[in-house]
Structure formats: structure tokens, C-alpha cells
Nanobody, 127 residues
Framework: EVQLVESGGGLVQAGGSLRLSCVAS????????IGWFRQAPGKEREEFSC????????YYADSVKGRFTISADIAENTVYLQMNSLRPEDTAVYYC????????????????????WGQGTQVTVSS
């Protein structure tokens, strides 16, 4: 059974940091793409970061570039998202998702491009 489990969300003050984890099971981590999406109340779910495990190709949306860093530990089947300099507008439910096609688009992918999803973890940034 394929599973993705996010953790690491929480409440943090503006300017603070959080590290999210996405642990995958039930499939090989050698040649997948893992995307991070977020969804704020009343807004669409959008991809803001992506990593392709086979070549470590990455994508960052302009809104997080320079503040967030995505990385993958293939041995641990885990993708990490280090989030620094958090802003109130980063408040959302954060999801990781996987797809077997190893490709991160320079424009971001759609939710329908991904096959499996985690349950989400809440990130709240207070001002």
C-alpha cells in the first residue's frame, strides 16, 4: 500500500522556521517526483516546490524561493522541506504528493499530475 505521511507542521511566529517531513512507503523512492503543495482557506491547492529523486532536479515557486529548501533522503524514503523566514501568508495546510514520472516543471505541476497524497499538516504563521 502506498502511503505518504507528512509531519512537522505547527504554529510559529513570523520570521521563524519549520521543517516538514514527508515519509513515503509502499513504493521505490529511486525514481519518483515528490511535490509539496499548500492550500489556504478559500484558495486552490498549488504546488510550490518539487524534487525529482533520480536527478535532484528541483522547483520553487517565486513565493518561496530563497526561503524554502527541498531535499530528499533516498535511504530514508523521506523528503524534507526546510522553511525559513516564514510569513503569515505561508499559513496553509501543506501536502506532499508523489508521481512516478520524474520531472519537476519549471512552472509548477497541477494536483491532477500527482498519483498519491499525504493527509496534510497545518502550518500557521502568526504576525
Amino acid at each position: 500500500e502506498v502511503q505518504l505521511v507528512e509531519s512537522g507542521g505547527g504554529l510559529v511566529q513570523a520570521g521563524g522556521s519549520l521543517r516538514l517531513s514527508c515519509v513515503a512507503s509502499g513504493f521505490s523512492f529511486d525514481d519518483v517526483t515528490i511535490g509539496w503543495f499548500r492550500q489556504a482557506p478559500g484558495k486552490e491547492r498549488e504546488e510550490f516546490s518539487c524534487i525529482s529523486s533520480i536527478d535532484n532536479n528541483t522547483y520553487y515557486a517565486d513565493s518561496v524561493k530563497g526561503r524554502f529548501t527541498i531535499s530528499a533522503d533516498i535511504a530514508e524514503n523521506t523528503v524534507y522541506l526546510q522553511m525559513n523566514s516564514l510569513r503569515p501568508e505561508d499559513t496553509a495546510v501543506y501536502y506532499c504528493a508523489s508521481r512516478t514520472v520524474y520531472y519537476c516543471s519549471p512552472y509548477g505541476l497541477r494536483p491532477s499530475d500527482y498519483d498519491y497524497w499525504g493527509q496534510g499538516t497545518q502550518v500557521t504563521v502568526s504576525s
